[in-house]
């Protein structure tokens, strides 16, 4: 517990004020969300998942590095050299399949092919190798760089919708925490009312102003009081478990200590914690919205990918063209020593590439399709999302003025019954509708909260 209070107070003096013992500290909304999106394992899983596709980028960009091949052979035998052979080539590959060669050769032997004879010095050659066919315009590396990069946007894109998810959850959390430690302090309230009233009653049986039938009917709302109480309680701590599930920092688990209290007023605050407050259809900015981002990149992916299987359908054409010199340091250019050729393949039918072709095509068009029926379907669940939100906001107004009236009807029965003028059962008909409306108005609180955690999970805002 030191190592906790220590570390927390390394990392932020106001939640360390929030969490420590001093009694009946309240652990506000805001705060523990800042706990979940700082040190909960799933968003870290998420942030690092973000890290690994920007890792992809830098592999992908590799296939861009310059690079050099050297191939040296020497054979011997019996005094004689058969042979002795050096190829080194530095190689610059660039964007459009181009690539730039610079070599040098030195082949030597008593018994190598002659036209791979190269002046005593060596010969060094300048050339280009040019795809005219394919690999000009898309080719594997310059197609992986760019779903590297489109990885890199899907990445953040998901992060955001798994932040969100996880912040969700945990609203969800902290909202049932909330509700059963009011509902716990409601059932405290009326148990309390139902002691004094079983203490009343049995002072009114001594004098004899009521009838000892009375103290049986109060002892059984005392009960009543006393078994919905430990219910209570019991839905209490389970809350509290889960609550702490979402409770990390520096990799080690929170405990929620039982001074710790949620905060009063959640459905007042909550719109502006988890930012649900002054939304309407339109000025949601649904191009930025993770979800819709995140199809987007897989469509984008799908069409370089039928971009390369398209360019297979074409022929695969390399011109080369060599300059060579005997000189290493290259003097000038003599139109007479050069060496090129032209690589030409084409399969007849070209099934496989007309099959992945296709392949691609329909692979696009179902996430094209993907796209534009979340996007409908995002719109419609937020603006029924934002319904609901507003309907239950009336319903919190119509039915705290319900509890008012519940709870005036209570006060003025139990004023009858110690004059004479009620019944006991009356008063316990009383409470029940007092405790009945009382659970209803924290059942709707709850509600309005869990709307705006949906609200929260459906705009993926994690900012």
Not at 107 to 130: A, C, Q, R
Not at 143 to 169: F, I, N, P, R, T
Not at 245 to 250: A, D, E, G, S
Not at 321 to 341: A, H, Q, R, T, V
């Amino acid at each position: 517990m030191k190592y906790i209070v220590y570390t927390l107070t390394l990392f932020t003096l106001n939640i360390y004020s929030q969490i420590n013992s001093t009694p009946n500290s309240t652990l506000t909304l805001d705060t523990y969300l800042v706990y979940v999106k700082q040190f909960h394992p799933l968003v870290k899983q998420a942030n690092l998942k973000v890290n690994q596709s920007q890792s992809g980028i830098i592999a992908a960009r590799g296939g861009f590095d310059p690079k050099i091949e050297i191939d040296f052979e020497k054979k011997l035998f019996k005094t004689a050299e058969y042979y002795s052979i050096l190829n080194s080539t530095f190689i610059i590959p660039t964007w459009y399949g181009i690539e730039v060669k610079a070599g040098f050769d030195q082949m030597d032997g008593v018994y190598l092919n002659p036209e791979n004879t190269t002046p005593i010095k060596g010969l060094t050659s300048l050339g280009i190798s040019i795809p005219i066919g394919q690999g000009l315009f898309i080719n594997p590396r310059m197609a992986d760089l760019k779903k590297a990069k489109l990885y890199y946007s899907l990445s953040q894109a998901e992060k955001d919708l798994e932040v969100a998810d996880v912040l969700h959850k945990a609203s969800l959390a902290y909202i049932d925490w909330f509700k059963n430690h009011n509902e716990y302090k409601l059932y405290v309230t009326f148990l309390d009312n139902a002691k004094k009233r079983f203490n009343g009653v049995v002072g009114l049986i001594k004098l004899g102003d009521k009838p000892a039938i009375d103290s049986v009917e109060s002892k059984i709302t005392l009960k009543s009081r006393k078994l919905n109480l430990e219910q209570s309680r019991l839905k209490l701590v389970k809350s509290e478990l889960e609550l702490s599930n979402y409770l990390w920092i520096n990799n080690i688990p929170l405990e929620l200590q039982e001074n710790i209290m949620p905060e009063e007023d959640l459905d007042k605050n909550i719109f502006n914690v988890l930012k649900t407050n002054d939304l309407t259809l339109s000025n949601i900015d649904f191009n930025n919205h993770p979800k819709l981002k995140a199809l987007q990149n897989k469509v984008e992916i799908l069409e370089v990918e039928k971009k390369q299987k398209g360019d297979l359908l074409k022929p695969q054409i390399d011109l080369n063209y060599n300059y060579l010199s005997d000189n290493i340091n290259m003097p000038e250019f003599n139109n007479l020593n050069y060496k090129y050729g032209l690589t030409f393949s084409y399969p007849l039918f070209l099934r496989k590439e007309r099959g992945n072709y296709k392949i691609s095509k329909f692979k696009l068009q179902d996430a094209e399709l993907d796209l534009k029926l979340e996007n409908l379907t995002l719109k419609n669940k937020i603006e029924y999302q934002l319904e609901e939100i507003n309907s239950l906001q009336n319903q919190i107004v119509l039915t705290n003025d319900l509890v008012k009236d519940f709870n005036v009807l209570l006060t003025s029965e139990e004023r009858l019954f110690f004059y004479g003028e009620s019944s006991l059962f009356l008063i316990n008909t009383r409470e029940n509708n007092s405790l009945s409306s009382s659970l209803m108005l924290l059942d709707i609180q709850t509600k309005y909260c869990n709307a705006n955690a949906i609200m929260l999970k459906l705009l993926a805002n994690t900012n």
